[in-house]
């Protein structure tokens, strides 16, 4: 098993900054890819970025590239999510995941954490 815990989100104004964290506790030599979802009120979970345990190697959608860095300290086997320039519609629960294989799914998600950006 592996656990995961979010920390970071809060309130910010449009063009500002939050760091998410994700610390990952339990079988995190298991860990294969670790990424991060969004889910807006009304809206369907989306996927943000993803990395690479091994090897750091990063995956994201075109829309959140450039102001979105995924980046990850395997020391403290914690993922981060640097957000910059943020606007409210990345207004979200933010989840990060992680998943033991190359398959789709992900295994283990965290209980997400707020980020609302005001205009």
């Known amino acids: 098993q592996v656990q995961l815990v979010e920390s970071g989100g809060g309130l910010v104004q449009a063009g500002g900054s939050l760091r998410l964290s994700c610390a990952a506790s339990?079988?995190?030599?298991?860990?294969?890819?670790m990424g991060w979802f969004r889910q807006a009120p009304g809206k369907e979970r989306e996927f943000v970025a993803a990395?690479?345990?091994?090897?750091?190697?990063?995956y994201y959608t075109d829309s959140k590239k450039g102001r979105f860095t995924i980046s990850r300290d395997n020391a403290k086997n914690t993922m981060y999510l640097q957000m910059n320039s943020l606007k409210p519609e990345d207004t979200a629960t933010y989840y990060c995941a992680a998943k033991t294989s190359t398959a789709l799914r992900y295994d283990y998600w965290g209980q997400g954490t707020q980020v609302t950006v005001s205009s």
């Open positions: 990395i690479r345990w091994s090897g750091g190697t990063t």
């Open positions: 339990g079988r995190t030599m298991s860990i294969y890819t």
